[in-house]
Structure formats: structure tokens, C-alpha cells
């Protein structure tokens, strides 16, 4: 059974395209230098790394050891063939997340590195709330806007889901102000970042439910200046393939020594 169609890949490689033009590439910077120094704190040289996303040119300069390819839903790459896999702020728009690391899994060596960065779920959620108050006071009704975002917890799932071991989830989080709800939206179209889902309302939104947005944004999620602020959290994944000489959990019942003895703590058997 496929999975449901979330994204509209030809609007999605538009937005891409037509970003790279005139690109507002903070985050991506920030997403490099976050893959940057996780790699160099892993002490190992990797020889096979590829590189998954969108903005070659972009991840060219930033990654110039990685062999880099398309976010396609089936990934250009071969079984057992890499000693790294990066999945670079492009998962979020996968229909098929998991299915997205299973590939990495069997394309990876044993003891090979999966590292993905994406946007979690308290990304844009100001914005969200906005367009969805806005368009229900205006319109009656809602259609979808904003990309649906995975939560930290259901993502590190994910990882044990696809067969990885010593997964870890962890987060961060940036907060930016903008003059108003439309220099948000012309940033998002810098970053490549804007509506492509399949669902989409497929003709043009009255100008009336963007103005009232504006208003709910600027009351509701104020910066200083009179300006306006928009959370993005990156989540990182980070998952092994199995290799015997990674740390495994002890077997149930083989500790040394007693945890109420450690604690200095009186012991009570249950009944």
C-alpha cells in the first residue's frame, strides 16, 4: 500500500528553482554548519558520503566531500554502498518519511551514519494559527497552507522504526522577527519554502484573508519594534546501522550491584 500524496513534487521543484534565483539561505547555513560539526564530532573520516536535499549548488559549496542527490521518493542510491547518508532539510516534504530512511538503511554500510536535519512541528505554527483564524472568519472554511510538521518524539520512533541503532532526536530552535506577515511569506518564497502540498487550494485566496492575517500575526505574536516573530525548529536524527562493535544494552537481570545500594536507600520487595 503506497503512501498518501502529501507534496506536489513539480511545485515543490518550481519553489526550488525559482528560491535559488534570489535565495534566503539562513537556515541552510545554519543546517550546514549543524552537519558540519556533527560529522566532525563523530572522529571519523567518511570515503562514500551522499548527500539528499534540494539546492545542489548550495550544498556543493557547503559539502563538497558528499555525492549529492535529489529528495526523489525513490532515492539514487545503491545497497551497502555508502559509509554516510545526510538527509539535508528536505524530509519534511517527504509523503514517505520512514520509507526515505529505510533507503538510507540499505544503502549504508554496516556502522554507517544516517544524519537528517528537517523542520519539526513548532515551525511556522504562528503562522498557521493566523492564516486558519483568518480564513475561518473570512471564507467559512479552511484549506490547507502550511506543510504539516512532525513532532521530535514521532520522528525518533521513526528511526527505530527503519532498523537504525542508537537513534537520537534533539531539536533546535530559531526565532525571527519580520516587518509584517507578507516579508514573512517573500522570505519563505526565498527559502523554497512555500505551499506546495497536493491538497492546495488550487485558485487564488481572496486578499481579504491575507490582510486579516496580518492583523491576528501582529496582534497575537508581536516582536519588538512593532515587528512580527516566526519560530522555525530544525530537528536532527542521527541513527547507526548495526555493527557489532557498538554498544549494546546489558541483558535484564546481569547488573553487579544493586541501585538501592548505590542510593543508600532502604530496599521494599512488592508484595
Known amino acids: 500500500m503506497s503512501a498518501p500524496v502529501l507534496t506536489?513534487?513539480?511545485?515543490?521543484?518550481?519553489?526550488?528553482?525559482?528560491?535559488?534565483?534570489?535565495?534566503?539561505?539562513?537556515?541552510?547555513?545554519?543546517?550546514?554548519?549543524?552537519?558540519?560539526?556533527?560529522?566532525?564530532?563523530?572522529?571519523?573520516?567518511?570515503?562514500?558520503?551522499?548527500?539528499?536535499?534540494?539546492?545542489?549548488?548550495?550544498?556543493?559549496?557547503?559539502?563538497?566531500?558528499?555525492?549529492?542527490?535529489?529528495?526523489?521518493?525513490?532515492?539514487?542510491?545503491?545497497?551497502?554502498?555508502?559509509?554516510?547518508?545526510?538527509?539535508?532539510?528536505?524530509?519534511?516534504?517527504?509523503?514517505?518519511?520512514?520509507?526515505?530512511?529505510?533507503?538510507?538503511?540499505?544503502?549504508?554500510?554496516?556502522?554507517?551514519?544516517?544524519?537528517?536535519?528537517?523542520?519539526?512541528?513548532?515551525?511556522?505554527?504562528?503562522?498557521?494559527?493566523?492564516?486558519?483564524?483568518?480564513?475561518?472568519?473570512?471564507?467559512?472554511g479552511l484549506s490547507p497552507r502550511v506543510l504539516p510538521m512532525a513532532e521530535i518524539r514521532d520522528l525518533g520512533g521513526l528511526l527505530q522504526r527503519a532498523g537504525f541503532a542508537l537513534p537520537v532526536a534533539d531539536s533546535f530552535t530559531r526565532t525571527v522577527a519580520y516587518r509584517d506577515l507578507f516579508h514573512l511569506i517573500s522570505d519563505l518564497r526565498a527559502m523554497g519554502e512555500t505551499n506546495a502540498l497536493a491538497s492546495r487550494l488550487r485558485r487564488p485566496t481572496r486578499r481579504a484573508v491575507f490582510l486579516r492575517a496580518a492583523e491576528i500575526y501582529a496582534q497575537n505574536f508581536p516582536a519588538e519594534g512593532g515587528r512580527i516573530r516566526a519560530t522555525f525548529e530544525v530537528i536532527c536524527l542521527t541513527g547507526w546501522t548495526p555493527h557489532e562493535s557498538q554498544q549494546k544494552p546489558l541483558r535484564p537481570g546481569s547488573a553487579a550491584a544493586r541501585l538501592s545500594d548505590a542510593l543508600n536507600a532502604t530496599e521494599h520487595r512488592l508484595p
Open 8 to 140: 506536489d513534487r513539480n511545485a515543490l521543484a518550481l519553489h526550488r528553482a525559482r528560491a535559488a534565483r534570489g535565495p534566503a539561505f539562513f537556515l541552510l547555513e545554519e543546517a550546514a554548519y549543524e552537519i558540519q560539526e556533527r560529522l566532525a564530532s563523530v572522529n571519523r573520516t567518511f570515503t562514500a558520503p551522499v548527500l539528499v536535499g534540494g539546492f545542489h549548488d548550495f550544498w556543493r559549496g557547503a559539502l563538497p566531500q558528499a555525492r549529492l542527490i535529489t529528495d526523489a521518493p525513490v532515492l539514487d542510491l545503491e545497497p551497502g554502498a555508502q559509509d554516510a547518508v545526510i538527509h539535508a532539510m528536505a524530509l519534511h516534504w517527504a509523503d514517505d518519511p520512514v520509507g526515505q530512511m529505510v533507503q538510507a538503511f540499505r544503502a549504508l554500510k554496516p556502522d554507517g551514519l544516517f544524519l537528517a536535519l528537517l523542520f519539526g512541528g513548532q515551525t511556522l505554527h504562528e503562522l498557521r494559527a493566523s492564516l486558519a483564524e483568518a480564513e475561518a472568519e473570512i471564507t467559512g
